[in-house]
């Protein structure tokens, strides 16, 4: 045998046993993140699923397009599942903090084969033809267990649907997509609640926040019994219909449309204009709601002396 094919034939050998080398580490980083090295096949399409602790992760950023999202509380364990993703269209990153997507929309990752050390996308995707079928719908579900509380959610992109369900945020829940759609029920942020998009629909029940704010040109809103201390709400056109829950009538409104009908406890307001100010020092509520033809209905159920268990319990036996 030539010299030269000897050479051939031992750099080939050393190639091989590199590779495997990679492999290996590359897998044992991927282990120690709580990842696959390739993406699993579920269903028929290509699925991850990251766990984490909330004593580790405090944030959780999405960057999606024409997805939805369902976050459920209550859960045995904290795990984020991402369902019919192409590996090579998206970067997950976690760090000490916090658990990052983002969507891609160019196959320039594929040939990515350093990243962050070894990254979790790169060559060795195309030894695994299966995990590149990702067609149809998305989903990402994030669980969040008894013991977790993040700090906060945020979500951007465009076409999102959210379904939430049983879920306290210690901070702030933000949405800014073109077109958004959000059911809530159960669903607490600690600060606020924040949504900028084009077009938004938002069904809550039993939501609890500090501030809901958003900024859209079209809005269909239905909150019914919630605890939204303070609203801040611009639109242009659209329905906004809030029933608070709340214990006491202490309140501030600044209400005004060009062209859309005001509804304040079931009395239509003749004017384009609802305004209450309050001196209470111990002021509960203070909306202020802005529209261009939108309509705005607003219901306060009011529980002034709402009772106790004990006096409950008193009533019931001398009954």
């Known amino acids: 045998m030539k010299p030269a094919s000897i050479i051939v034939l031992i750099i080939a050998a050393l190639l091989v046993i590199f590779g495997v080398i990679l492999c290996l580490i ?12 390739f993406p699993q096949i579920k269903d028929g399409v290509p699925y991850i699923k990251q766990e984490f602790s909330a004593d580790e992760i405090s944030k959780i950023e999405l960057s999606i397009s024409n997805a939805t999202i369902n976050v459920t509380g209550g859960e045995i364990g904290s795990y984020i599942e991402f369902i019919n993703y192409n ?5 997950l990153e976690v760090t000490s903090q916090a658990i990052s997507f983002n969507e891609s929309e160019s196959l320039k990752s594929l040939f990515n084969i350093w990243e962050n050390g070894f990254g979790f996308k790169g060559y060795r995707n195309l030894l695994n033809p299966n995990s590149l079928k990702a067609s ?5 579900n994030i669980h ?3 013991s977790s509380l993040i700090s906060s959610l945020t979500v951007k992109g465009n076409n999102v649907v959210m379904n939430i369900d049983n879920v306290q945020i210690k901070k702030e829940f933000r949405i800014d997509a ?5 059911e809530a029920t159960g669903f607490t942020a600690g600060s606020g609640i924040y949504v900028y998009s084009t077009s938004f629909e938002g069904i809550f029940d039993s939501v609890a926040c500090g501030l809901l704010k958003t900024e ?5 809103l239905t909150s019914t019994s919630s605890d939204i201390r303070q609203i801040d709400l611009n639109t242009e056109s659209g329905v906004v219909d809030i029933a608070n829950q709340s214990r006491g009538d202490v309140a501030e409104f600044d ?13 239509i307001i003749d004017a384009l204009s609802y305004s ?4 209470s020092e111990d002021k509960q509520f203070s909306y202020k709601i802005k529209t261009g033809s939108a309509n705005v209905n607003y219901t306060n159920t009011v529980d002034v002396n709402p009772e106790t268990e004990t006096e409950a319990e008193t009533e019931n036996a001398e009954g």
């Open 26 to 37: 590359g897998n044992s980083t991927a282990n120690k993140d709580g990842m696959d090295l």
């Open 87 to 91: 590996p090579n269209l998206y970067d």
């Open 136 to 140: 149809g719908d998305k989903t990402i």
């Open 144 to 146: 969040l267990g008894d």
């Open 178 to 182: 073109e077109s958004a759609s959000v």
């Open 216 to 220: 859209t040109e079209s809005t269909k």
């Open 255 to 267: 209400i005004t449309t060009k062209s859309g009908t005001i509804t304040v406890d079931g009395t």
């Open 276 to 279: 209450v100010r309050s001196n």
